[in-house]
């Protein structure tokens, strides 16, 4: 299908306003792509913002078999918003209210527009917390997090969104309601659809209603952001720190290639002989920040630490920070493209990761940055190239493989946080078998017996 | 990639020189979370992204799009400059709109007839673009417009709530300054130029008189009349130099952008070193208090509620003072939100600068958030509550509370943004809600 039929069009312009019906090119080009990218043709956009809308839609959509593809912001990474095959992109970002937060109940409801970081600023007025942190957190909603199960830098101490979803209200093709989990803390009856939709990369329903689980917020926080002489010495300090029992809330670790790329980006804080560097942030009470800092600078120090600064609070700690988010921006100064993985390995292989990944790059020629959330032993890698020249991108692309078997050597997993998407599809047999694969795409087929909801990503 | 590929040679014939990295938008949404056109609407067909993708297609294929309906959709800017603020790329969409329309033809002409028909809050520019006029109306037509501005906005029984019990005169040590007034405080609101001069002399200043200065250029540039711009520029800086290059100080934070941006202007027949000179210069007035006392009187049941002008860019010297001098009594929205003014857009999108603006009440009128420690209150209003005074009684003493009404005041520290709250200010216990700028609520 190329285009609507015209009944088909007048069916979305009665079901929606003219400002909320997108149907010329002009109106949708940027609904073509998402962050990753990628191109695809939307046949429409539609705005809903009630569900009857959106039951009227999965109704219609599913009897016709047009593929829709739920989008909110569009900050992933992985294709996952790409109308590949022709399709209806279904806008969420009019709904977006947080229908409530409530303090005894520990939970706040929201519709999935909302941004991840308004429902924290909100949250936090009623000295609650909602701890899932991706570094997209202003500019990507909680619909999207729950669907690509995102996970943050505080995954560390608090997990990923998964842990933090209590319930959803999710509407399924042929436009049946479902309704999973709810606002207890504890539930155990029944196979676990919750878990089932979290991740599912918008592939099996559309939700229009998520509850989510808050906890008191901790009084404060400290940063330390510290430099070593190399990468040996860097993860060696986080080994003995762990070993000393320390949990930080979360622990970034960013590898000499993104120094680097730092550095030819603008001045940065740290020496020249400086070759990796840690940033850590604690949360709790004022008193036990104060100790857990003396405590981190200590071990540092008896780990050879060259240099290293401190933040207490939020204010003080944002300088800090700034280097960890400046270094997207300053990769695309490496080279015009990228592939970027997110691969996770078993926390106490990642001095062999790292390693291992930075003598691929060698290989083969190629700058590639590693950094992430090494607490958890999640990656990032960028492997930079120049797509245009068809040599580049030719090991690039090698690379990326070679990448991907070595960290599934190690037990690893091919994403941690991003998702499959099409970015990552073609790879995801080397993770998976072949009977894991078919009864997931079975599910899918219960869920989906048409194939209209976000087709040919995820697996 | 955008660039057009023509000149550059195969592969096989050099070895791929590494090419100029064109800043290219990368998708990344961050410039969606800061555009007011985009908060105010949730359409993401008029992110800064949109338009930059359409920009790209446009260069790419112009088979595809339809230019006119492209062009629609590029208007929909209201010139705030917040997405280049925060673009990792340094894309700068105001700026490729406005060289979009300057090379539009006929495009002048359009420009002056909305400028005169539609543009109210733009008319203290008006003057300066009435030189650059395509046709010979021109002064006159420009006063007669500024002086019924002057009577829709003056805004004479403002309450001063903020008295000056102490002129600091330790930094100032006879420093000689040119106040840059701007457009509006010149034509429209005399006081808030004799205010600042008043400051300024008290505090130590050597006033110097400004009566070469003509407007900044900012709004004429985001216009597409690049010319005229220039032109004014060019008059800013030579009474700057003609003065001998003394302090340059503004309470505008536009005016203030608007002089910032010379520095980095080339076509400018800047001196060596002349640049840095000008940038040292340049001072928001708010900074030169020094260590002077104020006194504050404000009435129970006030918020004082602080718009912040998208033209600091974040920096807003302004209200770290006012938070100073009026501590917990002014407050500000949780995230900054555009009132509107939009300079040009003024002028096309008259409905788009509203709906942005009610965005801009709404969060101007919500209630501060509870102060960090204090006893939770369990009724609306903040600040000075009731329940202070009832608060061994019981329960029902606490409704109370429900029934005190706050009032609003709102300030702000540019002077396009008080035209525009002005002009849209919502009526609140019967009465239009005030607006000015924190001059106006100081007796110097
Ligand atoms: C600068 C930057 C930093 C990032 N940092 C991180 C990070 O630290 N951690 C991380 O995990 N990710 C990160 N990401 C990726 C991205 O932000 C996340 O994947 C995020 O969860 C996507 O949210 P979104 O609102 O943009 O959703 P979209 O990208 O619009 O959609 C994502 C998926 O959710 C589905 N979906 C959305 N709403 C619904 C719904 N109501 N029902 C069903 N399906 C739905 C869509 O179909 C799609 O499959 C980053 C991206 C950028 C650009
Ligand atoms: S200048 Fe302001 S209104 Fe215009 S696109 Fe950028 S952020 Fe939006
Ligand atoms: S911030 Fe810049 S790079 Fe990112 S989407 Fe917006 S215009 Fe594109
Ligand atoms: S910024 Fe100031 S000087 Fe420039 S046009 Fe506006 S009011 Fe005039």
Same mark, same amino acid.
């Given at each position: 299908m190329s285009q609507l039929s015209l009944p088909q069009r007048r069916f979305l312009r009665d079901l929606f306003s003219d400002a909320d019906c997108l149907l010329t090119p002009e109106e949708m080009v940027v609904f073509e792509a998402d962050a990753s990218r990628l191109e695809g043709t939307p046949l429409a956009v539609v705005r809903p913002s009630t569900d009857e809308q959106i039951i009227e839609l999965m109704r219609w959509a599913h009897k016709e078999r047009i593929p829709l593809y739920p989008r909110a912001r569009a900050t992933n990474v992985v294709g996952l918003c790409v109308p590949q095959k022709p399709g209806i992109v279904v806008s969420t970002l009019k709904m977006d209210s947080i229908l409530e937060v409530d303090s005894d109940d520990f939970i706040a409801r929201v519709q999935p527009g909302v941004i991840t970081g308004d429902l924290q600023k909100r949250v936090e007025q009623e000295k609650l917390f909602y701890p899932p942190d991706p570094a997209s957190l202003g500019i990507s909603t909680i619909g999207g997090n729950v669907a690509t199960c995102a996970g943050g830098m505080r995954a560390l101490k608090y997990g990923v969104t998964r842990e933090w979803v209590l319930g959803c209200k999710a509407i399924l093709p042929g436009g049946k309601t479902i309704t999973c989990g709810g606002r207890n803390h504890k539930n155990v009856v029944g196979l676990d659809l919750l878990r089932l939709l979290t991740g599912s990369e918008g592939t099996l329903a559309f939700m229009t209603e998520i509850t989510l689980k808050l906890i008191p917020k901790p009084e404060s926080t400290a940063s330390i952001l510290a430099g070593f002489a190399n990468l040996e010495e860097a993860l060696h300090a986080i080994k003995i720190m762990f070993k000393a029992g320390m949990l930080p809330a979360a622990l970034e670790f960013m590898g000499p290639e993104v120094l680097t790329a730092l550095k030819n980006a603008g001045a940065v804080p740290w020496p020249d002989t400086v070759t990796a560097s840690l940033l850590l942030r604690f949360d709790g009470s004022h008193q036990a920040l104060k100790a857990d800092l003396e405590k981190a600078e200590a071990i540092f120090k008896a780990c050879n630490v060259l240099w290293s600064t401190t933040g207490m609070g939020k204010e003080e700690e944002e300088a800090l920070w700034d280097v960890r988010r400046s270094i997207n921006p300053a990769s695309f100064k490496v080279a015009p493209n990228k592939f970027s993985d997110d691969v996770t390995v078993p926390r106490g292989r990642l001095l062999e990761a790292v390693t291992g990944i930075r003598s691929i790059a060698e290989n083969h020629s190629l700058p590639i940055l590693t950094f992430g959330h090494v607490g958890d032993g999640n990656i990032h890698v960028n492997i930079m190239h120049d797509a245009s020249d068809a040599d580049e991108l030719a090991r690039a692309k090698k690379a990326k493989k070679e990448i991907s078997d070595f960290v599934l050597s190690l037990q690893g997993t091919l994403s941690g946080e991003h998702g499959v998407g099409l970015v990552k599809a073609p790879y995801v047999h080397l993770q998976l078998s072949e009977t894991e694969r078919s009864l997931m795409r079975q599910i899918k087929h219960i869920f989906d017996p048409h194939n209209i909801m976000n087709p040919g990503k995820a697996f | 990639m955008t660039q057009d590929n023509a000149q550059t040679s195969t592969p096989e014939t050099e070895a791929? #020189? %590494? %090419? !100029?990295r064109e800043a290219a938008c990368i998708l990344c949404g961050k410039c969606a979370s800061v555009c007011p056109v985009f908060l105010a609407t949730q359409k993401e067909e008029l992110t800064p992204k949109a338009k930059q993708r359409t920009i790209a297609s446009l260069k790419e294929n112009t088979q595809k799009l339809n230019v006119t309906d492209c062009n629609k959709l590029a208007e929909m800017c209201l010139s705030c400059g917040k997405c280049a603020q925060t673009c990792p790329q340094g894309l700068n969409f105001p700026r490729q709109l406005a060289a979009m329309r300057s090379a539009h033809s006929g495009w002048r002409q359009w420009v002056w007839n909305r400028w005169v028909n539609q543009g109210s809050v733009l008319w203290p520019m008006l003057s300066t673009l009435s030189k650059a006029a395509p046709d010979s109306k021109g002064k006159n037509e420009a006063t007669r417009f500024v002086q019924s501005l002057q009577a829709m906005h003056s805004q004479k029984d403002f309450p001063t709530y903020v008295q000056i019990a102490h002129y600091d005169k330790e930094n100032a040590k006879g420093q000689r300054v040119l106040l840059f007034s701007g457009c509006t405080a010149n034509r429209v609101q005399k006081s808030w130029k004799h205010k600042s001069e008043t400051i300024l002399t008290n505090l130590g200043y050597e006033l110097l008189s400004a009566k070469d200065f003509t407007c900044c250029g900012l709004t004429l540039d985001h216009a597409g009349v690049p010319d005229a711009a220039h032109k004014s520029r060019m008059q800013n800086l030579r009474a700057w130099r003609a003065a001998e290059r003394p302090l340059l100080v503004t309470f505008c934070a536009t005016c203030y952008l608007g002089l910032a941006e010379y520095a980095h202007d !080339?076509?400018?027949?800047? #001196? !060596?070193?002349e640049q840095e000179a000008w940038t040292n210069a340049l001072r928001p007035l708010s900074t030169l208090w020094g260590n002077s006392l104020f006194t504050v009187d404000t009435p129970a049941h006030l918020f004082i509620r602080y718009h912040q002008p998208c033209h600091w860019h974040g920096k807003d010297a302004d209200y770290a003072w006012l938070k100073e001098v009026l501590y917990d009594e002014i407050s500000a929205p949780d995230s900054a939100s555009c009132c509107g003014m939009g300079g040009i857009a003024q002028l096309g999108n008259r409905k788009l600068t509203r709906t942005v603006a009610s965005r801009c009440w709404e969060n101007l009128l919500q209630q501060p958030p509870k102060k960090d420690d204090s006893i939770p209150c369990y009724s609306k209003p903040m600040g000075n509550c009731l329940c202070d005074l009832y608060d061994d009684e019981d329960e029902d003493s606490l409704e109370l509370c429900d029934e005190v009404v706050p009032d609003y005041l709102v300030i702000t520290g540019c002077s396009g943004c008080t035209l525009q709250l002005r002009g849209t200010a919502p009526v609140h216990n019967g009465e239009k809600i005030k607006v000015g700028h924190w001059l106006d609520i100081i007796e110097p």
């Open positions: - | 791929p #020189a %590494k %090419k !100029e !080339e076509s400018l027949d800047w #001196a !060596e070193g």
